[in-house]
């Protein structure tokens, strides 16, 4: 049967759906539309009276912010065994009062055959120890957690780290006079700049469809590898058309890096545990700051020797360093979590129960995390599907428009301290305590967030954060002219509180299933890079030394994102509502029906609640 809307009963003005004995009486207004087909609910009609009565838990946990999702266990339990853990997977394990899993969507028979057919057509690589019936004690999990982090999550921070000082070291190239070495001015260092974001938001999209395909464990080595060398070869530059190349370059060879590494990292974490790690991700991008300043200050005392200026070292130095990770990434990310043993690593990082553990504990928190191969590409179909998932849009708009107000005073940062009177080598050192704070405020909100399990009400702090230090850049008589009370609004601007991991570890939840946070990883990552382009135009040449005009455009943008912010948690709410009117509104029956039957993914399916 063909797709086809459910119209509304003429005798109603309210949107509630009306329910009867049969399905094909069964009507919603047309104003509810939520993209679900007739034919997902039409077969319920015949069998209904005959089904058993089970269980009607959600396959997917809503996530609003009245869900007590603080005390998910995803399958583990506070008591210890009896005896000791069995090393065969298909058992469970017997403990003495263990706490029910009441959060392990598979207890549900009918769900769990459904996912296992699931994983089975799509040759999910961790099919063969997916588990329902698998038991482990709060202390295994926590031990885990524990090797996953050293092993997983500290060496992502590594490898941003090596994208961090490649991306990041023309600020501290510039306050070594650069610039007049190359006979650059201000506009063309916007202009360079900006085609670096472009290069690198045109790359994001095709980035993450080459990682889906040939998987982010061979993709993002390779990445590193080549931008690196396009990295050393900064050192040779001429002038403004080299400057120009590599800075393009440089922009399509990191492009979807971040969003790539996301995905690796989902593989092995629990969406309540993964913006906790991105925290940790980005608190590398300030511990990158601090260790090149401090490098910069050493490599920049290098100019005169062998003729070359400073910064030339500088690029060749941080450039090597970039070639040594990326070398060695090929052989520190495997594939899977049931895919780390290798003719270098022959025992791997797991034991057999430890990778059940892994896999089950994920899957437990999101089915749709094994509903792709990890080396399946995504169809032209599957891609367009997830590029018209409009729910996500409201991510994206925050996404454009939350970094804009930092970026050109964090951008000039290095050029406003030297016009400030402050030398090349304290210019850098004086860079460092913006790191430092930024580290522990990234650290605490992203914790508060999952204290709290809220997003939109947490992440709204940065521009809070941010929105007095820019009326004071714009309103301020003593800008430029007291140098260090200029400097501690740009420091305290600077040391906001990040609420980027938030944000992508949001996206990849509400994404709910693999082929759509692969390509939403990505459109969220292209709309950060969207504004910081605009960002690179708000201070101009003719504006400077005060920035009145762009600092104007700053306070305006940061006024909208609180706004953008409070209207994003507004929306999920209200869709959130209507989703639950539409579901309460079908019987047990047709739930379970629905549920075995539709064709939707993702976000679109009616048993899916949206976080915010």
Same mark, same amino acid.
């Given at each position: 049967?063909?797709?086809?809307?459910?119209?509304?009963?003429?005798?109603?003005?309210?949107?509630?759906? @009306?329910?009867?004995?049969?399905?094909?009486?069964?009507?919603? $207004?047309?104003?509810?539309?939520?993209?679900?087909?007739?034919?997902?609910?039409?077969? @319920?009609?015949?069998?209904?009276?005959? !089904?058993?009565?089970?269980?009607?838990?959600?396959?997917?946990?809503?996530?609003?912010?009245?869900?007590?999702?603080?005390?998910?266990?995803?399958?583990?339990?506070?008591?210890?065994?009896?005896?000791?853990?069995?090393?065969?997977?298909?058992?469970?394990?017997?403990?003495?009062?263990?706490?029910?899993?009441?959060?392990?969507?598979?207890?549900?028979?009918?769900?769990?055959?459904?996912?296992?057919?699931?994983?089975?057509?799509?040759?999910?690589?961790?099919?063969?120890?997916?588990?329902?019936?698998? $038991?482990?004690?709060?202390?295994?999990?926590?031990?885990?957690?524990?090797?996953?982090?050293?092993?997983?999550?500290?060496?992502?921070?590594?490898?941003?780290?090596?994208?961090?000082?490649?991306?990041?070291?023309?600020?501290?190239?510039?306050?070594?006079?650069?610039?007049?070495?190359?006979?650059?001015?201000?506009?063309?260092?916007?202009?360079?700049?900006?085609?670096?974001?472009?290069?690198?938001?045109? #790359?994001?999209?095709?980035? %993450?469809?080459?990682?889906? #395909?040939?998987?982010?464990?061979?993709?993002?080595?390779?990445?590193?590898?080549?931008?690196?060398?396009?990295?050393?070869? =900064?050192?040779?530059?001429?002038?403004?058309?080299?400057?120009?190349?590599?800075?393009?370059?440089?922009?399509?060879? $990191?492009?979807?890096?971040?969003?790539?590494?996301?995905?690796? !990292?989902?593989?092995?974490?629990?969406?309540?545990?993964?913006?906790?790690?991105?925290?940790?991700?980005?608190?590398?991008?300030?511990?990158?700051?601090?260790?090149?300043?401090?490098?910069?200050?050493?490599?920049?005392?290098?100019?005169?020797?062998?003729?070359?200026?400073?910064?030339?070292?500088?690029?060749?130095?941080?450039?090597?360093? +970039?070639?040594?990770?990326?070398?060695?990434?090929?052989?520190?990310?495997? #594939?899977?979590?049931?895919?780390?043993?290798?003719?270098?690593?022959?025992?791997?990082?797991? +034991?057999?129960?430890?990778?059940?553990?892994?896999?089950?504990? &994920?899957?437990?928190?999101?089915?749709?995390?094994?509903?792709?191969?990890? *080396? %399946?590409?995504?169809?032209?179909?599957?891609?367009?599907?997830? !590029?018209?998932?409009?729910?996500?849009?409201?991510?994206?708009?925050?996404?454009?428009?939350?970094?804009?107000?930092?970026?050109?005073?964090?951008?000039?940062?290095?050029?406003?301290?030297?016009?400030?009177?402050?030398?090349?080598?304290?210019?850098?050192?004086?860079?460092?305590? #913006?790191?430092?704070?930024?580290?522990?405020?990234?650290?605490?909100?992203?914790?508060?967030?999952?204290?709290?399990? $809220?997003?939109?009400?947490?992440?709204?702090?940065?521009?809070?954060?941010?929105?007095?230090?820019?009326?004071?850049?714009?309103?301020?008589?003593?800008?430029?002219?007291?140098?260090?009370?200029?400097?501690?609004?740009?420091?305290?601007?600077?040391?906001?509180?990040?609420?980027?991991?938030?944000?992508?570890?949001?996206?990849?939840?509400?994404?709910?299933? @693999?082929?759509?946070?692969? &390509?939403?990883?990505?459109?969220?990552?292209?709309?950060? =890079?969207?504004?910081?382009?605009?960002?690179?135009?708000?201070?101009?040449?003719?504006?400077?030394?005060?920035?009145?005009?762009?600092?104007?455009?700053?306070?305006?943008?940061?006024? &909208?994102?609180?706004?953008?912010?409070?209207?994003?948690?507004?929306?999920?709410?209200?869709?959130?509502?209507?989703?639950? *009117?539409?579901?309460?509104?079908?019987?047990?029956?047709?739930?379970?029906?629905?549920?075995?039957?539709?064709?939707? =993914?993702?976000?679109?399916?009616?048993?899916?609640?949206?976080?915010?």
């Amino acid at each position: 049967m063909s797709p086809a809307r459910y119209t509304a009963d003429s005798g109603r003005n309210s949107v509630d759906p @009306v329910i009867s004995n049969s399905l094909s009486n069964y009507t919603v $207004e047309e104003g509810d539309s939520l993209g679900f087909e007739l034919s997902d609910l039409h077969a @319920v009609e015949s069998s209904r009276p005959t !089904l058993p009565r089970l269980s009607t838990k959600m396959s997917y946990q809503p996530l609003a912010s009245d869900d007590p999702d603080e005390q998910k266990t995803y399958g583990s339990f506070d008591t210890s065994p009896t005896q000791s853990p069995t090393p065969l997977l298909g058992e469970s394990l017997l403990v003495e009062d263990s706490v029910p899993d009441i959060e392990n969507p598979f207890l549900d028979t009918e769900t769990a055959e459904y996912w296992r057919h699931v994983y089975d057509n799509c040759q999910y690589e961790c099919r063969h120890v997916f588990n329902p019936k698998l $038991e482990w004690s709060a202390k295994e999990e926590k031990e885990l957690v524990r090797k996953l982090d050293w092993k997983v999550c500290l060496w992502a921070c590594v490898m941003f780290f090596g994208l961090q000082v490649d991306r990041g070291n023309l600020s501290q190239a510039v306050s070594d006079n650069m610039l007049d070495d190359l006979g650059l001015n201000t506009n063309d260092y916007n202009y360079g700049h900006s085609i670096f974001l472009v290069s690198f938001l045109l #790359a994001e999209l095709p980035s %993450q469809l080459v990682s889906k #395909a040939v998987g982010p464990d061979r993709w993002i080595p390779m990445q590193m590898v080549l931008w690196s060398f396009v990295a050393i070869s =900064q050192c040779s530059l001429t002038g403004r058309g080299s400057f120009l190349l590599t800075r393009s370059l440089l922009g399509f060879l $990191e492009g979807g890096f971040i969003p790539d590494l996301v995905l690796w !990292l989902s593989y092995f974490y629990t969406s309540r545990e993964l913006p906790i790690r991105l925290s940790y991700f980005w608190t590398t991008l300030s511990v990158t700051g601090i260790i090149t300043s401090l490098l910069a200050f050493a490599l920049l005392h290098l100019r005169g020797v062998f003729g070359w200026e400073g910064w030339r070292w500088l690029f060749l130095v941080e450039g090597s360093i +970039t070639l040594c990770v990326g070398v060695a990434s090929f052989f520190m990310m495997p #594939a899977s979590a049931v895919q780390t043993k290798t003719w270098f690593r022959p025992k791997g990082w797991f +034991t057999e129960r430890e990778e059940a553990i892994v896999v089950n504990r &994920v899957l437990r928190d999101d089915p749709s995390k094994g509903d792709m191969h990890n *080396r %399946q590409a995504l169809t032209p179909k599957r891609l367009l599907e997830a !590029l018209k998932d409009y729910d996500l849009w409201p991510l994206y708009a925050i996404g454009f428009c939350a970094y804009v107000p930092q970026s050109p005073p964090k951008t000039y940062l290095t050029l406003t301290l030297r016009s400030l009177g402050f030398s090349t080598f304290n210019t850098n050192l004086l860079t460092i305590p #913006a790191d430092v704070i930024h580290i522990i405020n990234l650290i605490l909100l992203t914790r508060l967030s999952e204290w709290l399990n $809220e997003r939109s009400l947490i992440a709204i702090v940065q521009p809070l954060w941010t929105l007095p230090c820019i009326f004071a850049l714009r309103f301020w008589g003593g800008v430029v002219e007291d140098r260090w009370g200029t400097y501690a609004i740009l420091i305290t601007l600077l040391s906001y509180p990040y609420c980027h991991a938030i944000l992508v570890g949001w996206c990849s939840k509400n994404s709910n299933n @693999v082929g759509t946070r692969t &390509v939403s990883a990505a459109l969220y990552n292209m709309s950060v =890079q969207a504004g910081n382009v605009y960002a690179s135009y708000i201070y101009r040449d003719d504006d400077k030394p005060l920035y009145r005009r762009g600092n104007t455009t700053l306070l305006v943008i940061n006024l &909208v994102s609180i706004l953008v912010f409070l209207l994003t948690k507004l929306y999920y709410v209200w869709r959130n509502k209507q989703k639950e *009117r539409l579901w309460n509104a079908l019987t047990e029956e047709q739930q379970i029906e629905y549920r075995k039957t539709t064709k939707l =993914q993702g976000s679109r399916r009616l048993d899916f609640r949206f976080a915010h």
